[in-house]
């Protein structure tokens, strides 16, 4: 059975303006930026954890998978969560970790 990490929970979900342009570009959406906000904000609270990883500040960031769409944020302070991007569906984002991992595999040989 694959491991399953922790869903956390947050008091404060903030949502960046790149999320919400990423989030346009890669789901095409013509949501309005609210609509789109309410939604991001309802993936980090309802969506389940399917990666985690370090940011650059030693924060923990997970990703949420919540309707199909894949949405980064990352925890800052005990109870605060802040949207950073949207990856957009499920197999697009799962192409573009392959993509990542196969550039920083190709720097480090």
């Known amino acids: 059975m694959p491991f399953t990490p ?3 929970s947050f008091e404060t979900i903030i949502v960046t303006p790149h999320a919400v342009m990423r989030y346009r570009e890669r789901v095409e ?3 309005t930026d609210e609509e789109i906000a309410e939604f991001l904000t309802a993936a980090v609270l309802y969506g389940k954890v399917v990666h985690t990883k370090t940011g650059h500040k030693g924060n923990p960031q997970y990703v949420f998978k919540y309707q199909g769409i894949e949405v980064l944020a990352a925890k800052e302070g005990s109870d605060k969560a802040v949207v950073v991007t949207c990856y957009g569906d499920s197999q697009y984002a799962r192409w573009y970790r ?3 991992y196969c550039i920083r595999r190709a ?3």
């Open 107 to 109: 720097f480090c040989a």
């Open 29 to 31: 959406d013509c949501s």
């Open 6 to 8: 922790p869903t956390p």
């Open 98 to 100: 392959r993509q990542s």
